[in-house]
């Protein structure tokens, strides 16, 4: 069940900035392809599941990084390991032990878990531990087996998580001979998104007619360039503002990217999501059509 | 006094709320200093067009191995956490896209044969806007750490005048070090399905972190959705509605200020300075 033999063709849809729309369109795009693979790789606020209905089949631990834990009664209080840590997240001011007054307190907010405090300490106080960073789980949906995963509240290592989605989402399509694989990713540009566009077969860019939709496309076509990842765009709420649009068309053009579609702005996106469904499934209308197009559009890119 | 601006999803309008609420308390008379901590997609700067004229690129310390001391014991790879080295064959490998700068290996190193080398993590640029002082982180593309952009940002930030920092969207580690050390977080929701997913995820992360905060409810028609309702269960104070209107999403889509633009979204803007100026003063009551 290696993820190296799976042939699957992978999708993922990103943004840059956030709330272009990206998973209304990703369950759009499930709802539409029938039988596939999907995966919510935004793992710090996934909301596919809120539209697919997931039946849980399985879950599993996130167990990633470690984190310092001081023993209070064996700290002599030299302090060694607040000047060393370069994260500020040692600090002199925790309770007295019978020895010393003050003892180290380790912020485990601020701790990356480097253990380079450990390696200081006199006392030999400080250990690392492994740190539980969230659970992730194998669902099915009407749409097909979902992988989704949800990051512990204040955690870190969210694009160790991402990989993981998406290698089990792999090996899920490779079992049950799935040839498509749809995923949900995350805003911005750093670790997560990293994480989730590596490798991809196809990345839609779904973006909206705005200086800051278009800002934010600017930066993350120059990510998915320099990961080499084939990339489209989609222009969410193009009638908002059809200068912008136009924009995003002149711009797509120049940087050769083709634009796969344009989608009306349209209250039924949030009423969709209040029904807990697709916009698609929700409604036949112009915007839903206009998804329609996009995902034939997107299909022909993926070849 | 610090406040940060947050919200769990993506789009609610997190900019919106900074970039109006800067410039109405610039009007006001407050010594107002914007930060857009938002350093992967920093958007800020578009509405506030200010003159940059400071910046400052930031760098990451990573290990740059003195070969001709270095004599392949493998000390340093054993104990980084973060696989940003290797030894093969009695020869060191550094990866410094997965380095820290956390500076174990320079510790394990018995030879000193670890020198620092630097990575470019991005740039902060500062100046100053007609809605008061201005400052901006900009992510290397490729970077894949926001972190020690935001806390640079953090570090040149004053307990003088108002302080708003735009987050980033999430609730993971780019958010806890953008919010951290803040007197008051405001929570940009909107009242979708989505919208209330993701802001219960940050309203427990604030909870964690024992930070005061309160919502803004964007895009509102009415005071019976669903981000109110959960609100009202859980004693959250709703500082401001703005109503669902296509001309703001028009407005702002052109780079414009809603206040400057809108008739009556001015004094929305006030109310809310006020409300956030009240919480406050009642927590330092207490």
Redo the contacts between chains.
């Keep these: 069940m290696s993820e190296q033999i799976c042939k699957a063709k992978e999708i993922v849809v990103i943004?840059?900035?956030?709330?272009?729309g990206k998973?209304s369109l990703t369950a759009s795009f499930a709802a539409l392809a029938k039988d596939n693979v999907i995966a919510d790789c935004d793992v710090?606020?996934?909301?596919l599941y809120?539209v697919s209905e997931p039946r849980l089949l399985q879950k599993e631990e996130f167990v990633a990084?470690?984190s310092a834990h001081i023993q209070t009664e064996l700290c002599i209080g030299c302090g060694e390991c607040s000047a060393?840590c370069?994260?500020d997240a040692i600090h002199l001011d925790g309770p007295g032990n019978g020895g010393v007054e003050k003892t180290c307190r380790i912020d485990n907010?601020?701790c990356?878990?480097?253990?380079?405090c450990t390696?200081?300490c006199p006392a030999k106080a400080i250990e690392?531990e492994d740190n539980h960073c969230g659970e992730w789980f194998i669902s099915e949906t009407r749409f097909g087996p979902m992988v989704h995963a949800r990051?512990a509240?204040?955690?870190?290592n969210?694009?160790k998580l991402v990989t993981i989605v998406r290698r089990s989402a792999r090996c899920l399509a490779h079992e049950r001979e799935i040839g498509l694989l749809i995923c949900d990713g995350?805003?911005?540009?750093?670790?997560?998104?990293?994480a989730s566009v590596t490798g991809a077969d196809l990345v839609v860019l779904v973006t909206?007619?705005?200086?800051?939709?278009r800002?934010?496309l600017n930066?993350?076509l120059?990510?998915t360039n320099?990961?080499r990842v084939p990339a489209v765009i989609c222009i969410n709420?193009y009638d908002?503002?059809l200068e912008?649009t136009e924009a995003i068309e002149r711009f797509a053009r120049e940087h050769q990217v083709p634009v796969v579609g344009k989608i009306q702005?349209d209250p039924i996106f949030?009423h969709a999501?209040?029904m807990?469904c697709s916009v698609v499934e929700y409604s036949g209308n112009a915007a839903s059509q206009q998804i329609r197009s996009t995902w034939r559009h997107v299909l022909y890119a993926l070849g | 006094m610090k406040i940060a601006i947050a919200s769990?999803?993506?789009?609610?309008g997190k900019?919106t709320v900074s970039t109006n609420l800067a410039a109405i308390a610039a009007r006001s008379g407050e010594t107002v200093y914007l930060v857009d901590c938002?350093v992967?997609?920093p958007?800020c700067h578009?509405f506030m067009q200010p003159s940059l004229e400071r910046k400052s690129t930031i760098t990451l310390?990573v290990p740059r191995i003195l070969e001709d001391i270095c004599t392949g014991c493998g000390d340093c790879a054993k104990?980084c956490?973060?696989h940003a080295l290797a030894c093969i064959q009695k020869r060191v490998v550094t990866f410094p896209d997965l380095c820290?700068?956390?500076?174990?290996c320079t510790?394990?190193c018995p030879e000193n044969a670890i020198a620092d080398g630097f990575r470019e993590i991005g740039v902060v640029e500062e100046g100053t806007s007609n809605h008061g002082n201005f400052m901006h982180g900009r992510?290397r593309?490729?970077?894949?750490?926001?972190k020690p952009l935001i806390h640079a940002l953090k570090e040149r930030t004053t307990t003088n005048g108002l302080t708003i920092l735009d987050c980033?969207?999430?609730?993971?580690?780019?958010v806890?070090e953008a919010v951290?050390g803040v007197d008051y977080v405001v929570l940009v929701a909107?009242p979708?399905?989505?919208g209330l997913?993701?802001m219960e995820?940050v309203v427990?992360?604030l909870r964690?972190?024992d930070l005061p905060f309160g919502v803004v409810v964007n895009r509102s028609q009415g005071a019976d959705d669903v981000i109110s309702k959960y609100c009202a269960i859980h004693d959250i104070p709703i500082l401001l509605r703005i109503p669902e209107a296509?001309r703001i999403?028009?407005i702002?889509?052109?780079?414009c200020l809603a206040i400057d633009e809108i008739d009556g979204v001015d004094a929305l803007f006030v109310r809310l300075l006020s409300a956030i100026h009240g919480k406050i003063e009642e927590m330092t009551v207490q």
């Design positions: 943004s840059g900035k956030g709330g272009t998973t710090d606020a996934p909301d809120l990084g470690k060393t370069n994260f907010f601020a990356e878990g480097c253990g380079a390696l200081v690392l990051l509240v204040a955690s870190e969210s694009g995350p805003p911005g540009i750093g670790c997560p998104v990293i909206e007619p705005s200086l800051s939709g800002h934010d930066r993350i120059e990510l320099h990961f709420k908002i503002n912008q702005y949030s999501q209040a807990k | 769990g999803k993506g789009g609610t900019t938002d992967e997609e958007n578009l310390t104990v956490q973060f820290h700068g956390c500076g174990a510790i394990a992510m593309i490729g970077e894949p750490m926001s980033p969207p999430g609730s993971s580690c780019p806890i951290s909107e979708t399905p989505f997913s993701d995820i427990e992360l964690v972190l296509r999403a028009e702002s889509s052109n780079g």
